[in-house]
């Protein structure tokens, strides 16, 4: 059981690229979400899945797209990255919060550098 | 909007002491508190949820309690360990949300 996966762990783009990080989880979870930290403005919420075949908007969605492949997967492109899109992602997954006691678990996290 | 302000920042203390740490948040209609731990370059491990209807949860050396109608919680680290140096987040779930909001956390730092 390895809970939530990331790959990759870092990775170092120029202005202009794009990239998908990969997020997988193997707790049956119906929830996933994606998250950057940054430094001093802690975690803020960019995109989430409720379930399997829906997404939608969190706080900070500009850039970025997402694709819920399946129940397990969960990826984040980014299309033309941006030196503002240097930070740590995370990925995280739960059941629904009308589960009482759910809490999220989250990835290793993959750390990007826009050049 | 919700907002949830973590204070201190950074916290240093001699191994041994009792600590607390504090969250304040500004809309008390929460489903869920969470504190989460996460050491230098890795993700985030849960250590204590409380829901709405409870007044706190403990684990082990570790104790959360929660205020919602002063918009508080606070977590409480028993005889503190050296190993107990990390960055403390608190996250909260709003009724209407469906994602967790996080503070910016605190980070400590326990001295042998």
């Known amino acids: 059981n390895a809970g939530v996966t990331q790959t990759p762990k870092f990775q170092v783009l120029k202005t202009g690229q794009s990239m998908t990080l990969q997020c997988a989880q193997d707790m049956n979870h119906n929830s996933m979400y994606w998250y950057r930290q940054d430094p001093g403005m802690g975690l803020r919420l960019i995109y989430y899945s409720a379930s399997e075949g829906t997404t939608d908007k969190g706080e900070v969605p500009n850039g970025y797209n997402v694709s819920r492949l399946n129940k397990r997967e969960f990826s984040l492109r980014l299309e033309s990255a941006a030196p503002s899109q240097t930070s740590v992602y995370f990925c995280a997954s739960s059941e629904p919060s009308n589960r009482p006691g759910e809490t999220q678990y989250f990835g290793p996290g993959t750390r990007l550098l826009v050049l | 909007k919700q907002e949830v302000t973590q204070i201190p920042a950074a916290l240093s203390v001699p191994e041994g002491e009792n600590l607390v740490l504090n969250c304040s948040f500004t809309?008390?209609?929460?489903?869920?508190l969470q504190w989460f731990r996460q050491d230098p370059g890795k993700g985030l491990t849960s250590l204590l949820l409380i829901q709405s209807s409870q007044r706190e949860q403990t684990s082990g050396r570790l104790n959360a309690s929660l205020d919602k109608s002063s918009g508080r919680s606070t977590l409480y680290i028993a005889a503190s360990q050296p190993g107990d140096s990390a960055t403390y987040l608190c996250?909260?779930?709003?009724?209407?949300?469906?994602?967790?909001?996080f503070g910016k956390g605190t980070t400590l730092s326990v001295s042998s």
């Open positions: 996250a909260l779930e709003n009724q209407a949300g469906t994602a967790l909001i």
């Open positions: 809309d008390s209609a929460i489903y869920n």
